[in-house]
């Protein structure tokens, strides 16, 4: 049993590392569309850069380092958040890439409306722009999908073992 457990939360954590990928990208693409004033540090960014503040690490890390530090965040809550969800979505009777898109939809709502806001690391999603929320909303829709779609392969290889 502990087995199956540290086998679903490795396949969730590498899936979750694969499918922020495409998040990033679709992020970064989606990011060029906004109208130019909204086109400040994107959320992940952001949060990093009020956490770097609230600690008093802000002073001591330059441009490169930030961005760094931005993209190990990113991407280890990808793959954290991820390595949560297989457990779960074994259990679920539906297609894990819809159960993915739910998933990635309830992370954006738990990140963005109540543990980022609580926190008082980044402002609640409801004071953002809309077009900001569209964007952040999606790509959390393929990030979810994605993570579906590559648990779904990792079933399948490991099945052919």
């Not at 994107?42 to 009020?50: D, F």
């Amino acid at each position: 049993m502990r087995r199956e457990i540290a086998r679903d939360l490795g396949a969730g954590a590498i899936a979750g590392l694969i499918a922020t990928v495409p998040m990033t990208v679709a992020m970064l693409l989606m990011h060029r569309r906004l109208p130019w004033q909204q086109r400040y540090a994107l959320p992940p960014r952001e949060i990093v850069a009020s956490i770097a503040e609230k600690t008093g690490a802000r002073k001591h890390v330059d441009n490169e380092e930030e961005r760094g530090a931005t993209l190990v965040a990113h991407f280890g809550y990808g793959t954290a958040t991820g390595a949560v969800f297989e457990p779960i979505a074994r259990e679920l009777p539906v297609p894990r890439v819809l159960s993915g898109i739910g998933y990635g939809l309830a992370v954006w709502a738990v990140s963005y409306l109540g543990l980022l806001p609580a926190l008082n690391i980044l402002k609640p999603a409801t004071k953002h722009p809309a077009e900001r929320n569209v964007l952040m909303i999606s790509t959390h829709v393929v990030w979810g999908a994605t993570l579906g779609l590559t648990l779904d392969a990792l079933s399948e290889e490991d099945a052919r073992r």
